[in-house]
């Protein structure tokens, strides 16, 4: 375990494409064909390390302090930064301090749509490829079609189990680093 008191997920199996995605899929960072690997020790510590110097930075931009809180609570504890921001106004700003990795956009706001509010921050070439994930409790498959279109990257449905948003974030954060 870190010191930032995240937990590292390793899995152990015979190595084959199916389990390797199924460990990958279940929260598992790292996959052993056998314990007994030479590079078992160096790659833990090697993502301990990683994980400990810089966490991830997640923006929650979101108009419900219920659902800020809940969701900075679940990302906090898997050992991630997290910044609340309650109006789409300051999104720019707080990009611009904070420097997230990933956004969790909820879609609908009072003053400012997250629709817009995407649109408009994909306007910029710097935040062409910030991950972007819309959270709502839109159910509806043309709003999800609309949500990607504006540019988001992917859309989770409210209430949204931590184990799901945790493994979200992660894997669009890496593949995004």
Do not use: W
């Not at 494409?17 to 996959?31: D, I, P, T």
């Amino acid at each position: 375990v870190p010191a930032n008191g995240s937990t590292i997920v390793a899995a152990v199996g015979q190595g084959t494409s199916y389990s390797r995605l199924q460990a990958m899929l279940n929260g598992a960072e790292l996959f052993f064909d056998r314990l007994d690997d030479l590079n078992l020790v160096s790659r833990l510590m090697e993502v301990i390390e990683r994980s400990s110097d810089d966490p991830y930075r997640v923006l929650i931009v979101d108009d419900d302090a219920g659902t800020r809180m809940y969701l900075r609570l679940v990302l906090e504890q898997a050992g991630m930064s997290v910044l609340e921001c309650d109006h789409p106004d300051r999104v720019t700003e707080q990009i611009a301090s904070f420097q997230p990795d990933l956004l969790l956009m909820d879609l609908y706001m009072k003053e400012l749509d997250g629709l817009s509010s995407t649109m408009e921050l994909r306007q910029q070439p710097e935040l062409a490829v910030l991950p972007i994930i819309f959270i709502s409790v839109e159910q509806n498959d043309e709003t999800r079609f609309r949500a990607i279109q504006a540019g988001g990257d992917d859309f989770l449905t409210k209430p949204i189990r931590p184990r799901i948003l945790i493994a979200e974030v992660r894997s669009r954060i890496k593949r995004a680093r």
